[in-house]
């Protein structure tokens, strides 16, 4: 049995390609897991917060010296560190917008990324503390960004892969609905990123 965390980063809600994909995801993580539970956390209906210079400021302040006003800046990253740490598998939504990632789900990195929890640094230089885990990648995007021409403009797979492997998650798997504006192409795309869904 596994704990899946699933992230939503999508704002087209029921229409969205990713969030169809990210759900197909879990479908087979449960057929290969049964029993598995799932927590949603929808980075769009939180309104997750950006980092600001108060919440910034906690984040090097030791816990026995937070005041009130401390704790209640904290809160929210504490959260989803927690979060994090909690699962055994993340399956994140990552439509691509403007060559990159949704800023919701780039202000979730950055509430996560923790020096002294989730990184740190060692005599040879950084070392993940997020280990472990299991990573799906569930991408969308109109155009095809996997190979072609496209490929140098993809900024989603190569910068989660990138950095979450710096948090730690070096076990990174993605799945691609692409082509989803092509003509020609976006009508068997969404079957096509089902089909290729392959658990290890």
């Known amino acids: 049995m596994k704990h899946i965390l699933h992230l939503i980063s999508s704002i087209q809600s029921n229409e969205s390609y990713s969030i169809k994909l ?3 995801i879990i479908e087979k993580i449960q057929d290969k897991y049964p029993n598995s539970t799932v927590e949603e956390l929808n980075l769009t209906d939180v309104k997750i917060p950006h980092l600001d210079p108060d919440v910034l400021r906690t984040f090097f302040i030791p816990e026995d010296q937070l005041t009130q006003q401390d704790k209640e800046s904290i809160g929210f990253s504490n959260q989803v560190v927690n979060q994090l740490l909690a699962a ?17 789900l780039k202000a979730w990195i950055d509430h996560i990324t923790r020096a002294g929890i989730t990184f740190g640094y060692g005599e040879n230089g950084p070392i993940g503390k997020v280990t472990g885990k299991k990573v799906y990648v569930a991408m969308s ?14 900024f989603v797979v ?15 798997t993605a799945f691609r609905a692409e082509g ?11 079957k096509k990123a089902i089909e290729s869904i392959e658990i290890d």
Not at 89 to 102: D, E, K, R
Request: net charge negative; glycine share 14%; proline share 8%.
């Open 158 to 172: 190569p910068y989660l892969k990138a950095f979450l492997g710096f948090l730690g998650m070096t076990d990174l």
């Open 88 to 104: 055994d598998i993340i399956v994140i939504g990552a439509p691509l917008y403007n060559f990159t990632i949704p800023s919701s």
């Open 180 to 190: 989803l504006k092509v003509p020609e192409v976006k009508e068997n795309a969404m």
């Open 141 to 154: 995007s109109g155009g095809i960004f996997s190979e072609g021409p496209g490929k140098a403009n993809d």
């Open 22 to 24: 990210g759900k197909a």
